[in-house]
């Protein structure tokens, strides 16, 4: 039986009220078997490329393919096994990379921190087309660092898987499929955010999704 779009949104249980486009936002391993167009692309890439970066350096670099062509095939490759396990059926992959260096040579501390705000407009626009976006941790960076050619002073941070939402569960592992339904979750606002000093705080590791 095909999903509907209300079984497409996770229950997401705020404790304030937010916009819909962040509360139902979250992070599928199965994707439905709809082609991204290069047109949506170009959406989620201008999105990405209007995010704030510090002094506008804009330090982001996005490798890209679709599934089929080669360049995809190279990025799934340099991705680790457990991630491999599960993308098979992602219609594109990318990489997130940036630039650890300035124009003028010095350390740039806030590059990661950009990459991230290109990646968070790049979800809220997709999240507005009904496309998922699900980032992953887990890659070989030094090789991907090689495999696509960037100089030293590049990091490769991140894969980003993208497609549309739905799929089928029998598409994912066993042990993956219970991740699809749970309740997403997250830290209480007060174990994070502090109108003063430091405090220590009880830890919470929820799962990200």
């Known amino acids: 039986m095909k999903e509907s779009q209300t079984d497409l949104i996770k229950n997401t249980p705020t404790d304030h009220k937010i916009h819909d486009l962040i509360k139902n936002r979250w992070s599928p391993r199965k994707f439905a078997d709809t082609p991204v167009s290069d047109t949506d692309l170009q959406s989620l890439f201008e999105a990405g490329r209007w995010a704030a970066s510090s002094n506008n350096m804009q330090p982001w670099n996005i490798v890209w393919g679709k599934k089929g062509s080669e360049t995809y095939d190279r990025i799934h490759n340099v991705l680790v096994e457990f991630n491999q396990g599960w993308v098979k059926n992602a219609p594109v992959l990318m990489l997130g990379v940036y630039d650890k260096m300035t124009p003028d040579g010095k350390e740039n501390f ?30 070989k960076h030094e090789e991907a660092l090689k495999e696509f050619k960037f100089p030293d002073s590049y990091h490769v941070a ?3 898987v993208v497609g549309y ?45």
């Open 110 to 139: 806030h590059a990661l921190h950009d990459l991230g705000q290109f990646a968070a407009n790049m979800s809220i626009q997709a999240q507005s087309m009904g496309i998922a976006v699900h980032q992953m941790a887990g890659l």
């Open 158 to 160: 991140t894969g980003i």
């Open 165 to 209: 939402y739905g799929g089928e569960m029998d598409d994912l592992p066993k042990d993956l499929q219970g991740e699809e339904t749970k309740d997403r979750v997250r830290k209480k606002q007060d174990e994070f955010i502090f109108n003063g000093d430091y405090v220590k705080r009880a830890e919470v590791k929820p799962k990200n999704q």
